[in-house]
């Protein structure tokens, strides 16, 4: 089992830039793949970014490319993966969910994924 912890949200302005962090603990020993989704009220679970087991591949939405950058750390079995985020518009406000899978590609897919974590929310004002 992997237990996936986010920590990083806020309320920020449009323009504003956070950070988001995902922990994963448990059997952590194998470095998954991993991803972000976000959820606005309302709304379905979107795919957000994706990066593969080693952080060779990545994977953007539309709507975040060249704002939000996914990242990782595989060292001493972590398995941290951040979610820097720039220029923040209103549009991205939601709840933010880390997600990892075995399979040590990249994936868009909520379908795809076996762990999630609790959320982390975003709240950008206008």
């Known amino acids: 089992q992997v237990q996936l912890v986010e920590s990083g949200g806020g309320l920020v302005q449009a323009g504003d830039s956070l950070r988001l962090s995902c922990a994963a603990s448990?059997?952590?020993?194998?470095?998954?793949?991993m991803g972000w989704f976000r959820q606005a009220p309302g709304k379905e679970r979107e795919f957000v970014a994706a990066i593969s087991s080693f952080g060779t591949t990545t994977y953007y939405a539309d709507s975040v490319k060249g704002r939000f950058t996914i990242s990782r750390d595989n060292a001493n079995a972590k398995n941290t993966v951040n979610l820097q985020m720039s220029s923040l518009r209103f549009e991205d406000t939601a709840v933010y969910y880390c997600?990892?899978?075995?399979?040590?590609?990249?994936?868009?897919?909520?379908?795809?994924?076996?762990?999630w974590g609790q959320g982390t929310q975003v709240t950008v004002s206008s």
């Open positions: 448990g059997r952590t020993s194998y470095p998954y793949a």
């Open positions: 997600a990892a899978h075995s399979n040590r590609l990249a994936k868009v897919l909520t379908t795809d994924y076996n762990y």
